[in-house]
């Protein structure tokens, strides 16, 4: 049988945090920012916690986390 191997796109995209959920950067921040408004810029460089724990586990299983 073949080694199980991880999702390499999806294990770019997310960091599991110490407490185990998943955080990603949001969309939308790449380019053609000049006509976006600051509050909205400010808030696409933070990170957003995915805590929904079905989703959450099926991700894991992506990456062989679990």
Avoid: E
Wanted: cysteine-free; hydrophobic content about 35%.
């Amino acid at each position: 049988m073949p080694k199980m191997k991880r999702h390499k796109g999806l294990a770019k995209r997310v960091k599991i945090s110490a407490g185990g959920k998943l955080r990603y950067n949001k969309s939308n921040a790449g380019h053609l920012m000049s006509h976006k408004d600051g509050n909205r810029r400010r808030g696409l460089r933070k990170h957003v916690s995915l805590d929904n724990p079905k989703l959450v586990a099926r991700l894991k299983r992506m990456l062989l986390m679990s």
